[in-house]
């Protein structure tokens, strides 16, 4: 948190900072599809900058602390995972440490934590005003809560902790939908911790409820119940002539109804797990329903007000993200692709005292033929085209249609390699500079490097030779491969010790990594570099990096003399935490933005 405070930003940022600021600062409507508890949340450390401070420039400083305190406390919740994981992958459950494992446990927790908290990526969102080090933060803490739910024996007294888990996923919606991306892996704690006959079938079976876990939370209530109040709405105000947002009055009373017979037949046939899912449910519509501040302030007409979410028919589209489109994941048209028809909803809006056909939406439809399987290559774009091609080594006015190879050649050189692969790298291997990189083919700008001069040499070029702009970034960030070393040290010893728990980690790590690369479909070139979004991904391999801890102790005490328990675990902690140590050397003054005053003088 020291680090934090002291590297973090002393006024707005650019891209979106300013506008969460903002709508921290007096509850302003930011851009779809909301961020309620940020706004909550954010407008409370504002109010301390304005209690102890004059200049309005500290309304900023503020916003960008929380992100501090947010991060700080994600790297706390690594910490104490990785602690949990540790003692159970040598000891179980039930048994107690001694004095030398205590001390590697601990170890391995402090390693993780501070991997997490100076990773490149996450660092970079914990010192500005934005949603991200929130969401980081509550996505920590639903793992968190959910294993040390798995830890615990199993008795139902104990699933308190597992509402809570959900419970913290459910809210994290008014930040930012990251948290959800948990709920596949936490399928599989329960799976593991429930049932005692597990198999590969059942694995996959656990992993796909928590999927489904996850739908129901995006298209039942967060889709659904704003459907719901859109219905009642239009029934409410067109049919019975009330005032508008009357059709609240329904919605509440029929999903409040809904829960209530539930909890009371769950109850009375005795059907406990019935019980507790309800109950989830429940806790995660009353987080969505933070959803209504928008609603709220839309209403207010602020100046900023971003779609003006003030109704029913409005809050829909808004949450939904209409304005961005869409991406097709399983099948559609490619790139080149030309619309033959289209398709149109109509779109409600207030006329006087109703609710009358006031536009249209318009979907477009495309031929058979210029549909593909898999659909990577598929943004239309104009301005894609000519990229597009670049990528798949054609003319840049080329007009043949996209092969099945071109296809997957933009997931595997450009979504993974480019878009995850070199952001892992930048976090665990080094850093070439702060430039964005565009191009796999550009040496110059946005690649990952090691500090390892042969290794570089054949990766980029003969780094003896750079120019001194090159040479001299700040952002040339050398940590000689050893956090990646310690974390793959960590994967291994977690694999041969805990299969099943690593098995959880492995999952969390690829959904919040591949997984997000996948669904985003990413066209190239984005406006700016996208690590951000996949810290999930980083944290969680920082979890293994501390497991290095607990590798280490375990070859010490077998396979030397070394024979102490507290011997053991020192020399562990002190040869992990160089990875951590050269991470906030190297990082720190890259991300050091005390003295940055660009956004304001710009």
Known sequence: LIVYYLTAERVGSLWDCGEFILGAYKLQVVHPPGAPLFMIIGRFFTLFAEWFSNDPSDIAFAVNLMSGVCTAFSAMFVAMTTSILSKMA??????????????????????????????????????????????????????????????????????????????????????????????????????????????????????????????????????????????????MVNSFGLPFHSGLIPTVLLIGALAFFLLVYAKKEMKYYLQLFTIIATLNVIGFSLIGVIVIRANADTPVNMNAPSDAMRLLPYINREQYGDRPLLYGPHFLAQPVNSKTEKVYGRVGDRYEHVSDKINYTYRSKDKILFPRIADRTPSRKAIYNMWRERPVDYEGKPSAGDNLGILFKYQLNWMYARYFMWNFVGRQNGDQGYFNWDKASGNWRSGIGFIDKMKLYDTEYEPDRLKNSQANNNYYFLPLIFGLIGLFWHLLRRPKDFLFLAMLFLITGIGIIIYSNQPPNEPRERDYVLVGSFFTFAMWAGMAVMAIFEMLREKTKIKSGIAAAGIGAILALSAPAIMLTQNFDDHDRSSHQASRDY
């Open 90 to 235: 040598i000891l179980g459950r039930n048994e107690e440490p001694d004095q030398g494992q205590s001390y590697a446990i601990a170890a391995s927790g402090l390693v993780a934590g501070l991997v997490t908290a100076f990773c490149t990526s996450i660092w970079f969102s914990a010192v500005e005003g934005e949603v991200y080090a929130m969401s980081t933060f509550f996505t920590c803490m639903t793992i968190w809560s959910a294993v040390k739910w798995y830890s615990l024996p199993d008795v139902n007294q104990h699933d308190r902790w597992l509402v809570f888990s959900l419970f913290s996923a459910g809210l994290s919606v008014g930040v930012h939908l990251l948290s959800l991306l948990a709920l596949p892996a936490l399928g599989l704690l329960f799976y593991y911790k429930k049932f005692k006959n597990r198999n590969l079938f059942g694995a996959l079976i656990s992993v796909a409820a928590g999927g489904a876990y996850m739908v129901f939370i995006q298209k039942i209530i967060i889709a659904g119940v704003p459907g719901l109040w859109q219905v009642m709405e239009k029934l």
